[in-house]
Structure formats: C-alpha cells, structure tokens
C-alpha cells in the first residue's frame, strides 16, 4: 500500500516510513521556532514560501506569530510580497526556486516597491526542469514557428525565467499564466480574438491535459461549455482545438512520477478514494483525476484548488461527525503540511478524518550522505523514486532549508543588506538588442496581473496580436 498521513482534528497517524517522516518535520521544535520568531521580529523581514517547501520549513513557519509570512502558490507568493511591503515589511525572503524570486522582484518593481530588497536562501542557482526545457533552442525554434503564423499569441507558464518571457515576447505577444488561472486564460484569449493561433508552453503534460479538457467539453453541450467560460459555445469551443498548440519537450520531474504504474495502482487499489491532482501530471493521471472530478470525487487543478478541495473534504467528513475521507495526493508532497493546517481547522470539534495518501514506496527515505541534508525524501532508485512509483519531492525546492533561512536572517540583522548581497534578487540590467530583458520579461507578467484584476485580455494584447 501507499504510505499515508491520517489527519484528526487535534493528531496525526503516519502509516509508512516516508508519511512519518512528513508527520515528525510537522511538530517542529520550539527552541527553533522561538529563534526564527525573533530573527523574523528583528529583521522586520517578511517570507512567501512555496506549498512545496518541504514540511520541516512549513511547520516551523506555521509555530511564528510574525506577520509577514505566507506560504502559497507562485501566483499568490508575488501578490503577497507586494501586500507585506506595503504594510512596512524591510526585505521580502522567498522560498522557492529561482523564477519565482524574479517574479516577486518583478511584481514589487510594478508595484512601486523596488526599494524594498528580495532575498534568496541559496547562493547557488535553483533551477527548476520546466524552466530549463524553456531555455533550450528548440523551444525557441516552437517561438519563431509561432511568429511566423498571423494572429498568434503565447500563453508562457509562470515557471520560466524573465529571460525567457523577454525571448518570447520579442518574437511574438505574450501573456504569463499559472495552473489556477491557464485553463480562463486561453479561453479568454479566444472569446477576444476568435481567430488567434494559441500556443502554450513548455509544460508538456499541461498542454495535452488542456487539449484534453477542451475536447471533453467539446463533445458535451452548449451549457456545460458556457459554464466553463461564458463567452464560448460548442462551435467557437470546437473551433480552439486546431488553433491550439502544445511544446512537446517540457516536464517537470516531479509530476512526470505520476505515470501509468501509479494510475494502474490508484485504480485497483484506491477506487474508493478521492483524488487530488495537478494539471501538470501525465495524461492517464489527468484523465483518472478529471473523471473524479465529474463524479464529484476529485478534483484536477492547481496546488491552491487542491487544497480547497481537501479543505472541503474535510469539512464534509466533520458534518458528518465520524466520517473519514481517504484522499490521493497526485502533486508534490511538501503540500502536506499546508493540507494538515487546513483539514485540522475543518475537522476541529469532531471525531472525523482525513486520510492523505501519497502515492510513493513505504521506504521512500535515502541517506544522501550529506552533512547539511542526511536524508532526503524519496528513495535513491527503485519503485519510490521512479516513473513507476514516483518519490514526488521537487530537489530544487528542496535547495531551501531552514538552516540557510535562519543564516540569511541572522546576516541580515547583524549587517543589514550589505551582509546580504550575495542573496539578493536584482533586476537584470542585461537586454535583448536594444530592449531591456526587465522590462520586456515582465510585459507578459503585468498582462496576467490586469487579466486577473479585469477578467479582460488587456487591449494592448489584443491590438498587438491582432494588428491595431
Ligand atoms: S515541482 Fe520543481 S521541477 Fe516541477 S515545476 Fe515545480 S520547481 Fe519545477
């Protein structure tokens, strides 16, 4: 059986070597908390972590009473930063990897906090696969395709560095989505300019699942489409799917773990289960998740409509009084602890529970033989740690540790920014012929940012894609 987490309202019950190990980083140690508390408190310093921190980081940053400290999606971890600037946080630290501290740089500059410094705990570039597959040449290649065809525009996941949004929006309009907004962001783009040519990228498995939703709508009715997007109907649905294109070479690791062997486990094994899956998992995952989903039993979105979903299980598990809901787990694994918060605020006063399965090997837990990390979730090779079984821990994310958070901090306070600088998130001052990769990298992030405020394709896009 898989490993898994069982969350009561005031306890937790780990089943499997690799759900203990989430269950003891939950209870961290106080002396620890009592001292990032204070750095936080002494610094003024605020702290946007990333669901997939690992759940050491998470549960210690849920113990401290300091304000400024929010863990989200990559979305949410920008419009955070710019909220605790705004309330007089100093410097903004981000636990993430490497595109999302540009974007929080990014997004303060548009915001008119450029002053305020964003800091990184690695010195160490952190690199993430689905930004790399995007740095490659023939992503470029898919680019000048797309700019050679009238009437195109781009949709870039978030997950790509601003030199890639600059690359891209100088061959052809560009706009920035993430997994919580994509699936509006294409189908607002085609109701504003029914003839454009969409291309997405560089996540693979994203771009099929997409292709994929969109056909099931396509063969369901005029109602169910426009439920989906209100400016849309089965024709102008069916007439997307040629216009839509997908990357064929970008994968993140972590969700590519999901394969088919997991899907053939979960289906024998956990019919009986609920499912919560990422859009960026393989398509058979998807599309068991997508299923679910339609029978009221699942859900397939982003790490924010995951939550939510378990949140809600939890909740109906509550009403309940004694009911228990099993739930598969189909994202990175940090998430548990923001899950473990949420379901216990749900299940508070009942004798429910929830049930958290993730599917990897009960021994998903290796020596690395390092001094700072000795043990890393997920196993060194085997079932737990392959596309048969699936270790689902990002190591990128895993390049952030409490460790290098507590020493970033303590710089800080003793020396200020300047004990800081080799931490710091800048702007780049380079450029793309005479055009400034800031400032063009962060066109397609502002279009998300007013499409999110607006619900409306900026006219500036539209008139750029379509010719004014
Ligand atoms: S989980 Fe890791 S590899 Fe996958 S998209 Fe996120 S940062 Fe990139």
Same mark, same amino acid.
């Given at each position: 059986v898989f490993p898994s987490l069982v969350i009561r309202s005031s306890s937790l019950e780990a089943r499997g070597s690799f759900a203990e190990a989430q269950a003891t980083f939950l209870s961290p140690d106080p002396d620890e908390v009592r001292a990032l508390d204070a750095l936080l408190q002494g610094t003024n310093a605020g702290i946007v972590a990333h669901f997939y921190m690992d759940a050491e980081i998470q549960g210690a940053l849920s113990q401290?009473? $300091?304000?400024?400290v929010h863990v989200a999606d990559s979305l949410q971890m920008a419009e955070r930063a710019v909220d605790m600037a705004s309330r007089g946080a100093k410097a903004i630290v981000v636990l993430g990897v490497d595109f999302m501290s540009e974007n929080v740089r990014a997004t303060l500059d548009a915001a008119g906090f450029a002053s305020v410094p964003v800091l990184r705990v690695a010195e160490k570039h952190i690199g993430c696969s689905l930004a790399e597959a995007a740095e490659t040449a023939s992503y470029e290649a898919y680019l000048r395709k797309a700019s050679q065809t009238p009437h195109s525009l781009h949709v870039i996941y978030?997950?790509? *560095?601003l030199r890639t949004k600059a690359l891209a929006e100088s061959l052809l309009p560009t706009i920035t989505c993430t997994s919580s907004n994509v699936v509006q962001t294409v189908l607002e783009a085609r109701a504003a300019m029914p003839e454009a040519h969409v291309w997405f990228g560089p996540d693979t498995y994203m771009g099929h699942n997409l292709e994929a939703l969109f056909r099931v709508h396509a063969a369901s009715t005029n109602e169910q489409v426009r439920a989906l997007h209100?400016? $849309?109907s089965l024709e102008s649905l069916r007439s997307l799917l040629p216009c839509f294109h997908t990357f064929e070479e970008g994968v993140c690791i972590v969700h590519h773990m999901f394969g088919d062997r997991v899907v053939e486990r979960l289906e024998r094994d956990y019919g009986d289960a609920l499912l919560a899956a990422h859009f960026e998992v393989p398509g058979g995952m998807f599309r068991l998740a997508l299923a679910a989903q339609a029978r009221g039993r699942g859900v397939v979105g982003s790490t924010s409509n995951i939550l939510a979903f378990i949140e809600g299980a939890a909740a109906s598990a509550a009403k309940r009084g004694d009911g228990h809901e099993r739930v598969v787990l189909g994202?990175? *694994?940090?998430m548990v602890a923001s899950i473990v918060r949420s379901a216990q605020r749900a299940l508070a006063g009942s004798g429910a529970s929830v049930e958290i399965v993730f599917?990897?090997?009960?021994?998903?837990?290796?020596? *690395?033989?390092?001094?700072?990390?000795?043990v890393i979730p997920g196993?060194?090779?085997? %079932?737990?740690?392959?596309? %048969?079984?699936?270790?689902?821990?990002c190591p990128f994310m895993k390049m952030n540790s409490l460790g290098a958070l507590d020493d970033v901090l303590s710089r800080l306070r003793d020396h200020g920014e300047a004990g800081v600088e080799s931490f710091r998130v800048r702007p780049t001052a380079d450029a793309l012929g005479t055009q400034s990769i800031a400032e063009l990298g962060t066109r397609s992030i502002v279009r998300m940012r007013e499409f999110q405020k607006t619900g409306r394709m900026p006219s500036e896009f539209v008139r750029a894609v379509m010719g004014a």
């Open positions: 401290v009473k $300091h304000p400024f978030v997950n790509t *560095s209100p400016g $849309h994202t990175e *694994s940090g599917p990897v090997a009960e021994e998903a837990i290796t020596a *690395s033989g390092d001094a700072l990390l000795p196993p060194a090779d085997g %079932e737990g740690c392959s596309t %048969e079984g699936g270790c689902a821990t």
